[in-house]
């Protein structure tokens, strides 16, 4: 195919929520810079133009070589010479996260964004993105098989340890992969992300007011006083984790966060990330709603229990004058109180607004009964059935 000398189309294709925000913060600055080196993306004209689509490519399709068809025919139809897709799917090749799958000679690929990890994410992808961009171009001026040589192994060095990997489909032609260990760590702290654990903690106002009224009711209670006076720091932090941990299985319990393993082990892999991302998620949202109820906590024992009415209590118990970790020992056993009442405050709250809240959108499609929130190789499907 002869090099294009007019302007070149790029659309990215991105799920709903964090992809297609992420894809038009590339549009809009990074990408554009990135792709200025390339040849026929120049900031000079003819340039390249980027287009950005919000589809749910994935709906509907469990397997890499389906998706990479959806886009291919999304490419056609908008008349673009490249398309990416960018995905909040986790997809494993065996143990190996997969980062991107290429199609050269449909000049197509999609990006598993949790791959890229929780932080400098924009950066990640603005790399990962571009160099797709430029591979694919090259693809399409120069054939296949030259940009397969050229042009894989600059982009499988791109974070690192990246791997190129060969898929037993025809229709996927690079497949880039990260290394088990980092890699898996990786795209655990991606899902992790995708789910908005700072969302979750917004949603539980029901669990919030619980742990208020509950440590309104410990505070003024003398039997509090003397618990925490005599309780020793440890005893107190292991209550606290123990609350924690217990408030944390409760939520997944009571609102049905925990996914069960299907008999293909390709699926149960991914099903093990998300039990993993969906704990933690959960976890850092409980462990935000105990920091901000023992700042509550804390700033209402130090302003309403006074030094005189606290030195009345302490050297009738324990026959010395009160120390300012008083305070503070009262504090910590009402927050602990406090978060075992929030679980309370939980049971109020809807599945709907806890899932709406905790996870991204493809998870809470599937946890609606749509369409599957996993892709997975169909080569390891393969392999488990035989």
């Known amino acids: 195919m002869a090099p294009r000398t007019d302007q070149p189309e790029i659309g990215l294709l991105a799920d709903p929520d964090l992809p297609v925000e992420v894809a038009h913060a590339l549009a809009d600055s990074s990408l554009p810079r990135a792709l200025a080196a390339h040849r026929s993306c120049a900031e000079d004209d003819p340039g390249c133009?980027?287009?950005?689509?919000?589809?749910?490519?994935?709906?509907?399709?469990s397997h890499m070589p389906g998706v990479l068809d959806a886009?291919?025919?999304?490419?056609?139809?908008?008349?673009?010479d490249v398309a990416v897709y960018l995905t909040e799917v986790p997809v494993l090749h065996g143990h190996e996260p997969v980062i991107a799958d290429v199609g050269l000679d449909r000049r197509v690929a999609a990006v598993s964004l949790p791959a890229l990890g929780a932080w400098r994410l924009r950066t990640r992808a603005v790399r990962v993105v571009a160099h797709l961009v430029v591979g694919?171009?090259?693809?399409?001026?120069?054939g296949p098989e030259t940009a397969t040589d050229d042009s894989s192994p600059r982009i499988a060095t791109l974070l690192?340890?990246?791997?190129?990997?060969?898929?037993?489909?025809?229709?996927?032609?690079?497949?880039?992969?990260?290394?088990?260990?980092?890699?898996?760590l990786r795209l655990l702290a991606g899902m992790i992300r995708t789910n908005h654990p700072g969302r979750l903690v917004?949603?539980?106002?029901?669990?919030?007011?619980?742990?208020?009224?509950?440590?309104?009711?410990?505070?003024?209670?003398?039997?509090?006083?003397?618990?925490?006076?005599?309780?020793?720091?440890?005893?107190?932090?292991?209550?606290?984790?123990?609350?924690?941990?217990?408030?944390?299985?409760?939520?997944?319990?009571?609102?049905?966060?925990?996914?069960?393993?299907?008999?293909?082990?390709?699926?149960?892999?991914?099903?093990?990330?998300?039990?993993?991302?969906?704990?933690?998620?959960?976890?850092?949202?409980?462990?935000?709603?105990?920091?901000?109820?023992?700042?509550?906590?804390?700033g209402a024992v130090l302003f309403l229990i006074s030094p005189g009415a606290l030195a009345n209590t302490v050297t009738a118990t324990l026959h010395r004058t009160p120390v300012v970790t008083d305070w503070i020992r009262i504090a910590s056993l009402a927050t602990v109180a406090a978060t075992l009442a929030g679980a309370v405050g939980i049971v109020l709250q809807r599945d709907e607004d806890i899932r709406n809240a905790a996870y991204g959108y493809r998870q809470r499609e599937h946890l609606r009964g749509n369409p599957p929130a996993r892709i997975t190789d169909r080569s390891d499907d393969e392999s488990d059935a035989a």
């Open 49 to 61: 133009r980027l287009q950005v689509r919000q589809s749910a490519i994935a709906a509907g399709r």
């Open 71 to 80: 886009v291919a025919d999304h490419r056609e139809r908008e008349g673009w």
């Open 136 to 142: 694919l171009l090259e693809a399409d001026g120069d």
């Open 160 to 184: 690192g340890s990246t791997r190129r990997r060969e898929p037993r489909d025809s229709r996927i032609d690079q497949r880039l992969t990260g290394p088990v260990v980092s890699g898996r």
């Open 202 to 298: 917004a949603g539980m106002a029901a669990a919030f007011a619980a742990t208020v009224a509950a440590s309104a009711f410990m505070i003024f209670n003398s039997s509090t006083w003397y618990i925490a006076l005599t309780a020793g720091p440890w005893r107190l932090v292991g209550a606290a984790v123990a609350s924690a941990v217990l408030m944390t299985a409760w939520i997944v319990v009571r609102h049905g966060l925990w996914e069960r393993r299907r008999r293909a082990q390709a699926e149960a892999r991914v099903i093990r990330l998300y039990n993993l991302a969906t704990l933690a998620t959960i976890g850092q949202a409980v462990v935000a709603l105990v920091v901000v109820t023992f700042a509550v906590d804390l």
